[in-house]
C-alpha cells in the first residue's frame, strides 16, 4: 500500500501508511478521515472523499479554494478513468489532494520527496496526537456520483473547534500515575487560589478575574478525570507539595481551565448568543451576535449588592456586639500552634478560640445568602434541613478556625508551606464522632449527612461535570479518610449538600419544593408590612374559561386601592449549565406567559365585587368597594432576566436581590404614597433594557486562550 500527498506546484510527498486502510468498516473509514485530515492541515470534518473503488481511496479538502492541483487530477485520471474538464470548475480539484492505493505506481508530476523517514515518521506521530479522533464525524451521502461515498458536511468554525476540544479534552481519560497523589494537590491547589488568590496582589484586577475564572472551569474537569482512578481500599498517605509538584497543579488546571472555558464558548455560540470565525486554520475568533445582552449580570449584580450593603452591613453590626475579643483569640492562636517537623502542624485550640470561629463560620454562611433554599423544618430522610445548615455552618468555623492557624504557622515558621497544610486530611470516622457530639445526632444519622457533603464514587461523575461548580467540602480519598477543602466548606458548600439532597432524598426534595411558595409570600409580604395593606395568606386557585391557575401572592393597599398580583418562581439555581439554563428559562417563560394571559383576561372582564371575593379581600376587609389600578408581578428568588428573553410587558418582572437591592438604593417603602405602584414602576425602571441604555452594556472581558495547535480570542468592539 503506499500513501501520496499531492500538493499544488510541489513534487508528491510518500507519507507513513500505517494505520490507513482500504476497508470500507465506518470505525476504520473514521480512522482514515483523521490521518488524511492531519496530512492535508484540516480537520476531520473538511476531508471529502474524491473517489474510491477496488484499491484505491481520494481524499481532498471540501471546498478548498487554493491553487489547481493538476498532478492530482492526473493521478486520479489515471487510476480512476475519471477525466477531468479543465473548463468546469466543479471538476478542477484545488488544494492537497491525499491518494491511498493497493499497489504503487509512478509518480505523475515531479519527483519522489526525498524527506528522511524519520521526519515523515515525527510528522505522523505528532498527527495522531494533535488530531482529534471523529470516526463518527456527521456525513452526507453525495448521490450525483456513482460510488455514493459519506462526504463530511461543511462546518461551522463553532463546530470544528468543539471537535478539537472534546479531542482534547478526550485525553484527559487517558491520563496515568498516582491519582492519590494528583487529587490531594488539585484540591490544594484549589482551596489556595480561592483563599489568598484575590488578596497576594500577584496580578492585577483584569487579570485574576481571568485566572480565577479559569481555575474555576478547569479543576472540576481534573478532579474528575483523576478521581475515577482512585482505589477506595488503598490507604493515601500524606504527600508534601515541593515547587515542581505545584507548579505541575497549576499548569495542568490551567489547561484544562482553558479548554473547559472555550467549550462554554462553541455553548454559547449554540444558543444563537455568539459565534465564531476563523481567520486562519489554527485561530478562532469569539464575537457575540446582537442577541447576546447579558441580561444575567444585572440579576448578579444586585446579589453582590445585597450581600455587601444589605447583609454584610448586618452582619458587621451582629459581630460588633459579640462577647469576643478577636485580638485576644489570635494572639492565643500565634502562641498556641506549633510545626514540630517544619511539614506539618499542631494545635489545640482552647473552648473560646473554638466559640470564636464557630461564630465566624455562622457569620461567614449567612453573609453568603446560600443558606435558606429550604425552610429549617423541611426534612430530607427525617432530618431536618435547619440540622444540615448547622452542620455547615460549624464546618465553615472549622475551615476559618483551621486556615487562622495554617496562617500562624506559616508566620512564625517562615519555611512551612501553606499549600501542604491548608487542606487536611481526616479520618472519616473521627468527623463523625465530631459532628455527632455536636449535632446530638446517631451516628447512623451523622453517617447519612456526612455523606450528602463528600464527593464519593457515586456522585462525582454527575456533579463535576457541572461547569464551574462549588467545590465540595469534603472529597473521601480511601473508605476510612476524607480530605476537607476549605474552599469547599466556605465558598458555597449548600451547592454540594442541596445537589446530593435531591439526588438521595427526590420525594423529600419535592416537598420541601412545593413548601418555598410560602415562604416566598411571606417575604414578599415584608415590603407591605402597614396595617394599610390587606395581605392574602394564602394562593388563590381559580378556573378561568376551564383553565385552572393561581394567584401566589395578593397585596391590596386600602388607602390608594392599587392591587398587586404576584406570580412567584423560586427555581433551583442553574449554575453555569446551559441546558440546565435552557430547562429553567423554558418552564419559567411558558408558565409565566400562561399565567398573564389568564389573569390579565379574568381581571379584564371580571366586575368589582366578584373580584374582590374572589381574592379573599373582602374577607379581611368587608368595607372594601373599589379596585383602582391593577399591577401583574413576575418574580424569581434566584434570577428573572435572561438573554435572549423578551418579557411581557403586562406585568414587573424582578429578581428577589433586584427588590432588596432597589429598596435599599432608593427609598424607603412605607414614605411611597403608593407603594404597590412604586415596586412595579422600580422593577420597569430596573429592567435590565432600561439599564443598558442609562448605564451601558455590560462588556464582556477581552481574552486569548493560546493552545498548542490553535488560539481562540475575543477583542470587544472599541
Known amino acids: 500500500m503506499t500513501v501520496t500527498l499531492y500538493q499544488p506546484e510541489m513534487p508528491p510527498q510518500e507519507m507513513p501508511v500505517a494505520g490507513f486502510t482500504l476497508n470500507s468498516a465506518d470505525s476504520e473509514a473514521g480512522r482514515n478521515l483523521v490521518l488524511a485530515a492531519g496530512f492535508m492541515g484540516c480537520v476531520p470534518a473538511l476531508v471529502d472523499v474524491l473517489a474510491s473503488g477496488q484499491g ?10 487554493g491553487m489547481v492541483n493538476p498532478g492530482a487530477m492526473t493521478v486520479m485520471s489515471t487510476i480512476t478513468g475519471i477525466t477531468s474538464d479543465a473548463e468546469d470548475e466543479d471538476h478542477i480539484l484545488r488544494g492537497p489532494v491525499l491518494v491511498v492505493l493497493e499497489r504503487e505506481v509512478e509518480p505523475i508530476q515531479g519527483e519522489q520527496n526525498n524527506l528522511p523517514v524519520s521526519t515523515l515518521a515525527n510528522a505522523y506521530e505528532q498527527t495522531l496526537q494533535s488530531v482529534p479522533d471523529l470516526t463518527n464525524c456527521n456525513v452526507r451521502r453525495n448521490t450525483g456520483t456513482s460510488t455514493s461515498q459519506p462526504i463530511c458536511t461543511m462546518p461551522t468554525p463553532a463546530e470544528i473547534l468543539e471537535s478539537i476540544l472534546e479531542a482534547e479534552l478526550e485525553k484527559f481519560s487517558e491520563i496515568s500515575g498516582l491519582p492519590g497523589s494528583a487529587v490531594v494537590n488539585i484540591v490544594r491547589e484549589m482551596d489556595i487560589v480561592y483563599l489568598y488568590l484575590r488578596g497576594s496582589g500577584q496580578f492585577d484586577a483584569a487579570y485574576t478575574d481571568y485566572f480565577e475564572t479559569i481555575h474555576q472551569y478547569g479543576w472540576p474537569l481534573l478532579l474528575q478525570a483523576w478521581y475515577s482512578k482512585i482505589e477506595q481500599a488503598e490507604f493515601q498517605p500524606v504527600l508534601y507539595s515541593d515547587n515542581d509538584i505545584t507548579a505541575w497543579a497549576d499548569a495542568v488546571i490551567h489547561a484544562t481551565g482553558k479548554l473547559a472555558f472555550a467549550r462554554q464558548l462553541v455553548m454559547f455560540c449554540k444558543m444563537g448568543f455568539a459565534s465564531f470565525t476563523r481567520p486562519t486554520e489554527s485561530e478562532f475568533v469569539f464575537a457575540t451576535t446582537e442577541s447576546w445582552s447579558n441580561a444575567e449580570f444585572f440579576d448578579l449584580h444586585d446579589w453582590q449588592f445585597v450581600q455587601e450593603h444589605i447583609v454584610g452591613q448586618l452582619t458587621d453590626r451582629k459581630a460588633g456586639k459579640d462577647r469576643f475579643d478577636a485580638d485576644r483569640v489570635h494572639k492565643r492562636v500565634m502562641l498556641s500552634v506549633k510545626s514540630p517537623d517544619r511539614r506539618t502542624i499542631a494545635y489545640q485550640a482552647t473552648p473560646y478560640v473554638t466559640d470564636y470561629f464557630i461564630q465566624q463560620g455562622r457569620y461567614h454562611i449567612f453573609r453568603k445568602q446560600v443558606h435558606d433554599d429550604f425552610d429549617e423544618a423541611d426534612l430530607f430522610g427525617q432530618i431536618p434541613y435547619g440540622d444540615y445548615v448547622t452542620m455547615v455552618e460549624y464546618l465553615a468555623g472549622l475551615a476559618l478556625l483551621h486556615k487562622s492557624f495554617c496562617e500562624a504557622a506559616h508566620k512564625k515558621y517562615g519555611s512551612l508551606e501553606l499549600r501542604n497544610i491548608i487542606s487536611l486530611f481526616c479520618s472519616r470516622e473521627d468527623v463523625e464522632a465530631d459532628l455527632a457530639r455536636y449535632l446530638d445526632r446517631t451516628r447512623e444519622e451523622i453517617s447519612t449527612m456526612l455523606s450528602h457533603i463528600t464527593l464519593n464514587k457515586d456522585n462525582y461523575q454527575d456533579y463535576l461535570s457541572i461547569p464551574r461548580v462549588a467545590p465540595p467540602p469534603f472529597i473521601q480519598v480511601s473508605d476510612s479518610q476524607l480530605l476537607r477543602s476549605a474552599a469547599g466548606c466556605l465558598n458555597n458548600p449548600f451547592q454540594f449538600l442541596n445537589h446530593e439532597l435531591k439526588r438521595n432524598c427526590a420525594l423529600d426534595y419535592s416537598k420541601a419544593v412545593n413548601n418555598r411558595e410560602n415562604r416566598f409570600r411571606r417575604m414578599i409580604f415584608g415590603f407591605f408590612t402597614e396595617d394599610r395593606f390587606v395581605r392574602i395568606p394564602v394562593e388563590i386557585r381559580m378556573s378561568i374559561d376551564g383553565r385552572e391557575t393561581d394567584i401566589d401572592a395578593v397585596v391590596f393597599d386600602k388607602v390608594t386601592k392599587s392591587l398587586g398580583l404576584f406570580q412567584l418562581k ?23 406567559l400562561s399565567w398573564l394571559d389568564k389573569v390579565v383576561t379574568w381581571v379584564e372582564r371580571t366586575d368589582v365585587k366578584t373580584t ?77 433594557r432600561l439599564r443598558m441604555e442609562r448605564e451601558g452594556y455590560p462588556a464582556l472581558a477581552d481574552f486569548n486562550l493560546q493552545f498548542e495547535n490553535f488560539q481562540v480570542s475575543h477583542q470587544g468592539r472599541s
Request: no cysteine; charged share 20%; hydrophobic share 35%.
Open 56 to 65: 484505491y481511496l481520494f481524499y481532498s479538502v471540501f471546498d478548498h479554494d
Open 612 to 688: 374582590l371575593n374572589a381574592l379573599q379581600i373582602t374577607r379581611h376587609s368587608p368595607a372594601e368597594k373599589v379596585i383602582g389600578n391593577v399591577y401583574f408581578f413576575i418574580i424569581g428568588r434566584h434570577g428573572i432576566h435572561f438573554t435572549g428573553v423578551e418579557q411581557d410587558e403586562r406585568a414587573a418582572w424582578g429578581s428577589w436581590p433586584q427588590l432588596l437591592a432597589g429598596a435599599a438604593r432608593i427609598t424607603k417603602q412605607e414614605t411611597e404614597p403608593d407603594p404597590i405602584q412604586h415596586m412595579h414602576n422600580r422593577l420597569k425602571h430596573d429592567a435590565p
Open 570 to 592: 423560586w427555581q433551583d439555581p442553574f449554575a453555569n449549565s446551559m441546558q440546565k439554563r435552557r430547562s429553567v428559562i423554558s418552564n419559567l417563560q411558558r408558565n409565566a
